[in-house]
């Protein structure tokens, strides 16, 4: 299981889990700025090797243009990083998938929101002495769509995925993707793309 291409494709496919994170959410965030704010964001916003909107600056400004626009660009990430992990889920549904390694693919995919959605969970676990009612109400979508992507990785990891993708998710998929962590969080991408 180990010793083939497919194991050799999953661990590098995961290898590039952060980059590919990073590069999709400045992605959404680029195009979402130039429909809906006509370039406001991106006057901003440095983007960055994170992905995310970051430094208590932006987060000021992008206050501002909440008030001036109509359409929030956090919601909008969030709406369509879900929505992408959700028709990825949806394919993954059906079992007729014949091109090679293409359910990979879809995993792949589908983690990029699932990353987000425990990321945000463990804040609320983490820190929910802290946590009133405005916060839920504040964040009300990326609540609903983590508790929700986070509930359909549980469907797919015991219904969909035989025992040998299984293993394979455990063995070659969740080192990969925390080598990716160490080499893209700490070292790459501070380099090519700094905060």
């Known amino acids: 299981m180990l010793k083939n291409k497919e194991a050799l494709f999953i661990f590098s496919l995961f290898l590039i889990f952060f980059p590919a994170y990073a590069v999709l959410n400045n992605a959404i965030i680029f195009i979402l700025d130039l429909l809906f704010t006509n370039g406001d964001v991106s006057k901003i916003f440095n983007y960055n090797y994170t992905g995310n909107l ?19 660009i956090v919601n909008g990430i969030i709406f369509v990083s879900f929505l992408i992990s959700l028709s990825c889920w949806l394919i993954l549904l059906i079992k007729r998938i014949k091109v090679k390694y293409s359910i990979w693919v879809l995993i792949f995919l589908f983690s990029l ?60 998929v969740v080192p990969s993707s925390f080598i990716s962590a160490i080499l893209w969080l700490g070292y790459i991408g501070p380099a090519l793309m700094p905060l």
Not at 54 to 70: D, I, Q, R, S
């Open 54 to 72: 970051v430094g208590c600056l932006g987060h000021a400004k992008l206050l501002e243009l909440k008030n001036t626009h109509n359409f929030s």
């Open 113 to 172: 929101f699932l990353y987000t959605s425990l990321q945000f969970i463990s804040i609320i676990i983490f820190n929910y002495k802290n946590l009133d009612l405005n916060y839920f109400q504040d964040n009300y979508l990326i609540t609903i769509t983590s508790i929700i992507t986070v509930i359909l990785a549980i469907h797919l990891f015991l219904k969909r995925l035989s025992k040998k993708e299984k293993l394979q998710l455990l063995i070659l």
